[in-house]
């Protein structure tokens, strides 16, 4: 299964909202792709899970969709700390992938 | 809490040995237990988990080279990738993995480990 991310870059304001695309080379079921936001230095953190299922402490701002082989992560009301790479997964029972990420920047 | 550790260089040919240690959770409950790399060009690509078990699941493509350990005494799993070149230079992270949650909701900091002569 191969997790293609689009767009590789975007620049978006702080204040606007994001959308990131993360399209899976088959249909899987929705509660096997999960999303993680990476800043410089640190290690992925866990976002959305089940993909539609936020992770504890995660803001209401993030939001996770889609199903079969389109699945999307939605930022509203971006601020400054939501600018980082983010990443889907994908985790079938014994072989987890990666996508190649999103960077998200100010523009 | 997660904590890597291992010689931050190794050889080229020889083996990469690094060590999670778990601190506020046991490493015999039933989750599994992750090794995670990331490069620039690469991006993160997942290694393979050990269950609490012994049980593993290794990525195809690096199956041939790789061994996951765990010590309940310690409360601490392992990783070892044998054979190294210039390409398994990278950041290495261990993670607890969620198999009901299908993903790794738990990190370690991450370690870089550079294969070099």
């Known amino acids: 299964i191969l997790l293609t991310q689009s767009p590789g870059t975007l620049s978006l304001s702080p204040g606007g909202g994001a959308t990131l695309s993360c399209r899976v080379s088959?249909?899987?079921?929705?509660?096997?792709l999960a999303w993680y936001q990476q800043k410089p230095g640190q290690a992925p953190r866990l976002l959305i899970f089940?993909?539609?299922n936020r992770f504890t402490g995660v803001p209401a701002r993030f939001s996770g969709s889609g199903s079969g082989t389109d699945f999307t992560l939605s930022i509203s009301r971006l601020e400054p700390e939501d600018f980082a790479l983010y990443f889907c997964?994908?985790?079938?029972?014994?072989?987890?992938?990666f996508g190649q990420g999103t960077r998200l920047e100010i523009k | 809490q997660l904590q890597e550790s291992g010689p931050g260089l190794v050889k080229p040919s020889g083996t990469l040995s690094l060590t999670c240690a778990v601190s506020g959770y046991s490493i015999t409950n039933a989750v599994w237990w992750s090794w995670v790399r990331q490069t620039p060009t690469k991006g993160l690509e997942w290694i393979g988990a050990?269950?609490?078990?012994?049980?593993?699941d290794y990525n195809p493509s690096l199956k041939s080279r790789v061994n996951l350990s765990i010590d309940r005494a310690k409360n601490q799993f392992s990783l070892d990738l044998m054979s190294v070149t210039a390409s398994d230079t990278a950041m290495y992270f261990c993670a607890r993995m969620s198999a009901a949650m299908a993903s790794m909701p738990y990190w370690g900091q991450g370690i870089v480990v550079t294969v070099s002569s």
């Open positions: 997964q994908h985790y079938d029972g014994s072989l987890v992938t």
């Open positions: 088959q249909s899987v079921t929705s509660s096997s």
């Open positions: 089940g993909a539609s």
């Open positions: 050990i269950y609490h078990t012994g049980g593993t």
